[in-house]
């Protein structure tokens, strides 16, 4: 059974700091593309940031560009998003997905095959 535990959500200032963690088990991540999704109150499920399988490619939504970082370890079979320069409207519930079929970057959802259960984040102003 394959699980994606996200973790490190939590409750933080305008401006703050917050790294979030995906563990997998039961599957290997190395070939696997990955991404970080998000769910804001209220809205559409939204990709945040994607990883190819080597990590020599990322993808960033244009919200978050410059602001967060997406990163993986394939021998802790992680992937991580570095988030700084927190704004209330990054307030949501995030997901780490893999891709189980891609290699490289896909930005639709529906392209991801496992998920996490999502963790919540919240900025306040």
């Known amino acids: 059974q394959v699980r994606l535990v996200e973790s490190g959500g939590g409750l933080v200032q305008t401006g703050g700091s917050l790294r979030l963690s995906c563990a997998a088990s039961g599957r290997t991540l190395s070939r696997d593309a990955m991404g970080w999704f998000r769910r804001a109150p209220g809205k559409e499920r939204e990709i945040v940031a994607a990883?190819?399988?080597?990590?020599?490619?990322?993808y960033y939504a244009d919200s978050v560009k410059g602001r967060f970082t997406i990163s993986r370890d394939n021998a802790k079979n992680t992937v991580s998003l570095q988030m700084n320069s927190l704004k209330p409207e990054d307030t949501a519930v995030y997901y780490c997905?893999?891709?189980?079929?891609?290699?490289?970057?896909?930005?639709?959802?529906?392209?991801?095959?496992?998920w996490g259960q999502g963790t919540q984040v919240t900025v306040s102003s």
């Open positions: 990883i190819n399988w080597s990590g020599s490619a990322t």
């Open positions: 997905a893999a891709d189980a079929y891609r290699l490289e970057i896909s930005t639709n959802s529906y392209d991801y095959d496992y």
